[in-house]
T-cell receptor, first 112, second 115 residues
Protein backbone atom coordinates (compact mmCIF):
# COMPACT_ATOMS: atom_id res chain seq x y z
CA UNK A 1 0.00 0.00 0.00
CA UNK A 2 1.32 3.43 -0.94
CA UNK A 3 2.14 5.67 1.99
CA UNK A 4 3.12 9.32 2.22
CA UNK A 5 4.28 10.91 5.47
CA UNK A 6 4.92 14.61 5.79
CA UNK A 7 6.87 16.34 8.54
CA UNK A 8 6.64 18.48 10.47
CA UNK A 9 2.87 18.79 10.82
CA UNK A 10 3.23 22.50 11.48
CA UNK A 11 6.10 24.95 11.12
CA UNK A 12 6.35 28.55 12.20
CA UNK A 13 9.10 30.69 10.67
CA UNK A 14 10.15 34.29 10.88
CA UNK A 15 10.23 36.17 7.60
CA UNK A 16 13.57 35.45 5.91
CA UNK A 17 14.24 32.29 7.95
CA UNK A 18 14.89 29.47 5.45
CA UNK A 19 13.77 25.90 6.17
CA UNK A 20 12.76 22.60 4.58
CA UNK A 21 9.63 20.46 4.59
CA UNK A 22 9.96 16.69 4.33
CA UNK A 23 7.88 14.14 2.43
CA UNK A 24 8.76 10.47 2.96
CA UNK A 25 7.09 7.93 0.72
CA UNK A 26 6.69 4.19 0.29
CA UNK A 27 5.43 3.20 -3.14
CA UNK A 28 6.07 0.46 -5.63
CA UNK A 29 7.05 1.88 -8.98
CA UNK A 30 6.93 5.62 -8.40
CA UNK A 31 5.61 7.41 -11.47
CA UNK A 32 5.77 10.88 -10.03
CA UNK A 33 5.91 12.93 -6.83
CA UNK A 34 3.90 16.13 -6.61
CA UNK A 35 3.83 19.20 -4.41
CA UNK A 36 0.74 21.33 -3.93
CA UNK A 37 0.03 24.47 -1.98
CA UNK A 38 -3.34 24.88 -0.24
CA UNK A 39 -4.64 28.14 1.21
CA UNK A 40 -7.44 28.10 3.82
CA UNK A 41 -10.84 27.51 2.27
CA UNK A 42 -9.41 26.80 -1.18
CA UNK A 43 -8.48 23.83 -3.29
CA UNK A 44 -4.86 22.68 -3.66
CA UNK A 45 -2.76 24.52 -6.23
CA UNK A 46 -0.21 22.56 -8.25
CA UNK A 47 3.46 23.49 -7.69
CA UNK A 48 5.84 20.80 -8.96
CA UNK A 49 6.14 17.32 -10.40
CA UNK A 50 9.33 15.31 -9.84
CA UNK A 51 9.87 12.06 -11.72
CA UNK A 52 13.27 10.63 -10.80
CA UNK A 53 15.81 10.67 -7.98
CA UNK A 54 18.18 13.61 -8.23
CA UNK A 55 15.67 15.85 -9.98
CA UNK A 56 15.19 19.40 -8.73
CA UNK A 57 12.64 22.08 -9.62
CA UNK A 58 12.40 25.71 -8.55
CA UNK A 59 9.72 28.35 -8.44
CA UNK A 60 10.43 31.70 -6.83
CA UNK A 61 11.47 30.94 -3.21
CA UNK A 62 10.60 27.24 -3.45
CA UNK A 63 12.83 24.39 -4.53
CA UNK A 64 11.75 20.75 -4.57
CA UNK A 65 14.19 17.84 -4.58
CA UNK A 66 13.70 14.08 -4.83
CA UNK A 67 15.57 11.01 -3.59
CA UNK A 68 14.54 7.36 -3.74
CA UNK A 69 12.76 7.58 -0.39
CA UNK A 70 11.86 11.21 0.20
CA UNK A 71 11.36 14.67 -1.17
CA UNK A 72 12.17 18.03 0.32
CA UNK A 73 10.54 21.37 -0.28
CA UNK A 74 13.11 24.03 0.53
CA UNK A 75 11.83 27.52 1.27
CA UNK A 76 14.44 30.25 0.96
CA UNK A 77 13.90 33.60 2.71
CA UNK A 78 10.15 33.03 3.09
CA UNK A 79 7.62 35.85 3.13
CA UNK A 80 4.27 35.99 4.97
CA UNK A 81 2.48 35.25 1.69
CA UNK A 82 4.17 31.84 1.66
CA UNK A 83 1.99 30.86 4.62
CA UNK A 84 -0.16 27.89 3.55
CA UNK A 85 -0.45 24.14 3.88
CA UNK A 86 1.93 22.27 1.59
CA UNK A 87 0.79 18.87 0.36
CA UNK A 88 2.89 16.08 -1.07
CA UNK A 89 1.44 13.29 -3.22
CA UNK A 90 2.73 10.26 -5.12
CA UNK A 91 1.47 8.46 -8.17
CA UNK A 92 2.10 4.79 -8.89
CA UNK A 93 0.69 2.67 -11.72
CA UNK A 94 -2.62 1.09 -10.80
CA UNK A 95 -4.30 -0.59 -13.74
CA UNK A 96 -4.90 2.66 -15.57
CA UNK A 97 -5.72 4.78 -12.57
CA UNK A 98 -4.04 8.15 -12.28
CA UNK A 99 -4.96 8.54 -8.65
CA UNK A 100 -2.64 10.32 -6.30
CA UNK A 101 -1.93 9.29 -2.70
CA UNK A 102 -1.61 12.42 -0.56
CA UNK A 103 0.16 13.11 2.70
CA UNK A 104 -1.66 15.03 5.41
CA UNK A 105 0.36 18.17 4.78
CA UNK A 106 2.65 20.64 6.56
CA UNK A 107 1.00 23.82 7.79
CA UNK A 108 3.49 26.67 7.34
CA UNK A 109 3.14 30.03 9.03
CA UNK A 110 5.58 32.83 8.21
CA UNK A 111 5.52 35.74 10.61
CA UNK A 112 6.61 39.25 9.57
CA UNK B 1 -11.15 31.46 -17.22
CA UNK B 2 -13.35 29.46 -14.81
CA UNK B 3 -11.27 26.26 -14.45
CA UNK B 4 -13.07 23.80 -12.15
CA UNK B 5 -16.34 25.01 -10.65
CA UNK B 6 -17.97 23.28 -7.69
CA UNK B 7 -21.41 23.94 -6.29
CA UNK B 8 -22.62 24.39 -3.65
CA UNK B 9 -19.80 25.78 -1.48
CA UNK B 10 -21.54 24.82 1.76
CA UNK B 11 -24.29 22.31 2.54
CA UNK B 12 -25.94 20.91 5.65
CA UNK B 13 -27.83 17.63 5.32
CA UNK B 14 -29.83 15.51 7.69
CA UNK B 15 -28.91 11.86 8.06
CA UNK B 16 -30.57 9.82 5.33
CA UNK B 17 -31.01 12.68 2.87
CA UNK B 18 -29.54 12.48 -0.60
CA UNK B 19 -27.92 15.19 -2.66
CA UNK B 20 -25.65 15.84 -5.63
CA UNK B 21 -22.44 17.82 -5.56
CA UNK B 22 -21.83 19.47 -8.89
CA UNK B 23 -18.49 19.76 -10.68
CA UNK B 24 -17.87 21.35 -14.06
CA UNK B 25 -14.65 22.14 -15.92
CA UNK B 26 -14.16 24.21 -19.06
CA UNK B 27 -10.62 23.09 -19.98
CA UNK B 28 -11.63 20.03 -22.03
CA UNK B 29 -9.82 17.78 -19.57
CA UNK B 30 -10.29 14.05 -20.02
CA UNK B 31 -9.54 13.04 -16.44
CA UNK B 32 -11.77 14.07 -13.53
CA UNK B 33 -11.87 12.88 -9.94
CA UNK B 34 -13.47 13.45 -6.56
CA UNK B 35 -11.52 13.60 -3.30
CA UNK B 36 -12.57 14.13 0.26
CA UNK B 37 -10.37 15.92 2.76
CA UNK B 38 -10.59 15.17 6.47
CA UNK B 39 -8.38 16.60 9.24
CA UNK B 40 -5.14 14.64 9.65
CA UNK B 41 -5.98 12.17 6.87
CA UNK B 42 -5.01 13.89 3.66
CA UNK B 43 -7.02 13.85 0.47
CA UNK B 44 -8.60 10.48 -0.36
CA UNK B 45 -9.91 9.45 -3.75
CA UNK B 46 -13.63 8.63 -3.96
CA UNK B 47 -14.30 8.09 -7.68
CA UNK B 48 -12.63 9.04 -10.91
CA UNK B 49 -13.29 9.15 -14.66
CA UNK B 50 -10.88 8.91 -17.59
CA UNK B 51 -13.45 10.16 -20.10
CA UNK B 52 -17.15 10.55 -20.85
CA UNK B 53 -19.01 7.33 -20.08
CA UNK B 54 -16.14 5.81 -18.08
CA UNK B 55 -15.98 5.86 -14.29
CA UNK B 56 -14.28 3.78 -11.62
CA UNK B 57 -13.97 3.52 -7.87
CA UNK B 58 -11.23 5.05 -5.79
CA UNK B 59 -10.10 4.39 -2.23
CA UNK B 60 -13.33 5.32 -0.39
CA UNK B 61 -16.30 4.85 -2.78
CA UNK B 62 -18.96 3.49 -0.41
CA UNK B 63 -22.03 5.70 -0.13
CA UNK B 64 -21.21 7.68 -3.27
CA UNK B 65 -22.22 7.42 -6.90
CA UNK B 66 -20.90 9.15 -10.01
CA UNK B 67 -21.65 9.38 -13.72
CA UNK B 68 -19.92 11.16 -16.60
CA UNK B 69 -22.28 11.86 -19.50
CA UNK B 70 -20.23 14.78 -20.85
CA UNK B 71 -16.55 15.77 -20.81
CA UNK B 72 -17.37 18.89 -18.79
CA UNK B 73 -19.47 17.55 -15.89
CA UNK B 74 -18.76 15.01 -13.17
CA UNK B 75 -21.42 15.10 -10.42
CA UNK B 76 -21.04 13.22 -7.14
CA UNK B 77 -24.19 11.78 -5.55
CA UNK B 78 -24.60 10.97 -1.91
CA UNK B 79 -27.21 8.25 -1.76
CA UNK B 80 -28.16 8.36 1.94
CA UNK B 81 -26.08 10.83 3.90
CA UNK B 82 -24.35 9.71 7.10
CA UNK B 83 -22.42 11.76 9.70
CA UNK B 84 -19.23 9.97 8.57
CA UNK B 85 -19.60 11.79 5.24
CA UNK B 86 -19.08 15.16 6.91
CA UNK B 87 -16.03 16.45 5.05
CA UNK B 88 -14.70 18.87 2.47
CA UNK B 89 -15.10 17.54 -1.06
CA UNK B 90 -12.83 18.52 -3.92
CA UNK B 91 -13.25 17.90 -7.60
CA UNK B 92 -10.11 17.85 -9.75
CA UNK B 93 -9.37 17.53 -13.44
CA UNK B 94 -6.34 17.10 -15.68
CA UNK B 95 -5.36 16.54 -19.29
CA UNK B 96 -4.51 13.10 -20.55
CA UNK B 97 -5.57 9.73 -19.24
CA UNK B 98 -2.95 7.24 -18.11
CA UNK B 99 0.17 7.92 -20.10
CA UNK B 100 1.34 11.27 -18.84
CA UNK B 101 0.81 13.69 -16.08
CA UNK B 102 0.01 17.37 -16.43
CA UNK B 103 -0.98 18.30 -12.89
CA UNK B 104 -4.44 18.42 -11.40
CA UNK B 105 -6.58 21.56 -11.32
CA UNK B 106 -8.75 21.55 -8.20
CA UNK B 107 -12.04 23.26 -7.54
CA UNK B 108 -12.54 25.39 -4.45
CA UNK B 109 -14.39 22.64 -2.58
CA UNK B 110 -17.78 21.88 -1.04
CA UNK B 111 -17.95 21.83 2.75
CA UNK B 112 -20.59 19.26 3.73
CA UNK B 113 -21.99 18.73 7.21
CA UNK B 114 -24.31 15.80 7.95
CA UNK B 115 -26.29 16.09 11.18
Amino acid sequence: EDQVTQSPEALRLQEGESSSLNCSYTVSGLRGLFWYRQDPGKGPEFLFTLYSAGEEKEKERLKATLTKKESFLHITAPKPEDSATYLCAVQAPRAGRRALTFGSGTRLQVQP
Amino acid sequence: NAGVTQTPKFQVLKTGQSMTLQCAQDMNHEYMSWYRQDPGMGLRLIHYSVGAGITDQGEVPNGYNVSRSTTEDFPLRLLSAAPSQTSVYFCASSRGSTKSYYGYTFGSGTRLTVV
